[in-house]
T-cell receptor
Framework: AQTVTQSQPEMSVQEAETVTLSCTYD???????LFWYKQPPSRQMILVIR??????QNATENRFSVNFQKAAKSFSLKISDSQLGDAAMYFC?????????????FGKGTKLSVIP | KAGVTQTPRYLIKTRGQQVTLSCSPI?????VSWYQQTPGQGLQFLFE???????NKGNFPGRFSGRQFSNSRSEMNVSTLELGDSALYLC?????????????FGEGSRLTVL
């Protein structure tokens, strides 16, 4: 069974600084997607960034970037120039590709606080 | 474009009762998934529906069920409620079936079982 582990239950960062959230996963699949989702206090989960396992290039979305290490099964999220609005729960998630249902396996999450 | 709408947002039930939660997807989205979120277990997949068919089901007892209507709206039902069913239930939708596309989440239905 696939598992996703986020080893940092809580983290904090000063406004305008950079922070990295860690995620490791376990799977026997060779092709899959990895995601970072953000859940602000209002609770609506939104997609931050997505990585396809067959792509070696790390995904980036504005201030958000990932460090994808397939052999190590590691998928960390870097937030640059942190803003107050970045404060939220961040979830790492995984789904295998291929036919069939779309089912995300989530990590337990990291609560990020941004200090003004 | 309206987002994913879940109703009710909050509800309180007692043990042994049953509950029905509703999810209206974004217009054009045909895949609807449900997740249970608790502090202890995190986010766990309940089931996914596409074109009125359940495509997959997570590791939950038979008390948890769902369905999808022809307009893609979905409901989930929990019968014989237990204290441990207290959770935030999240609905997520996307345009098509298969393993591509972004999931869009609703704000959730917060269920408290007393």
């Amino acid at each position: 069974a696939q598992t996703v582990t986020q080893s940092q239950p809580e983290m904090s960062v000063q406004e305008a600084e950079t922070v990295t959230l860690s995620c490791t996963y376990d799977t026997s699949e060779s092709d899959y997607y990895l995601f970072w989702y953000k859940q602000p206090p209002s609770r609506q989960m939104i997609l931050v960034i997505r990585q396809e396992a067959y792509k070696q290039q790390n995904a980036t979305e504005n201030r958000f970037s990932v460090n994808f290490q397939k052999a190590a099964k590691s998928f960390s999220l870097k937030i640059s120039d942190s803003q107050l609005g970045d404060a939220a729960m961040y979830f790492c998630a995984y789904t295998p590709t291929g036919a069939g249902s779309y089912q995300l396996t989530f990590g337990k999450g990291t609560k990020l606080s941004v200090i003004p | 474009k309206a987002g994913v709408t879940q109703t009710p947002r909050y509800l309180i039930k007692t043990r042994g009762q049953q509950v029905t939660l509703s999810c209206s997807p974004i217009s054009g989205h045909r895949s609807v998934s449900w997740y249970q979120q608790t502090p202890g277990q995190g986010l766990q997949f309940l089931f996914e529906y596409f074109s009125e068919t359940q495509r997959n089901k997570g590791n939950f007892p038979g008390r948890f069920s769902g369905r999808q209507f022809s307009n893609s709206r979905s409901e989930m039902n929990v019968s014989t409620l237990e204290l441990g069913d207290s959770a935030l239930y999240l609905c997520a939708t996307k345009v098509s079936g298969g393993n591509t596309g972004e999931l869009f989440f609703g704000e959730g239905s917060r269920l408290t079982v007393l």
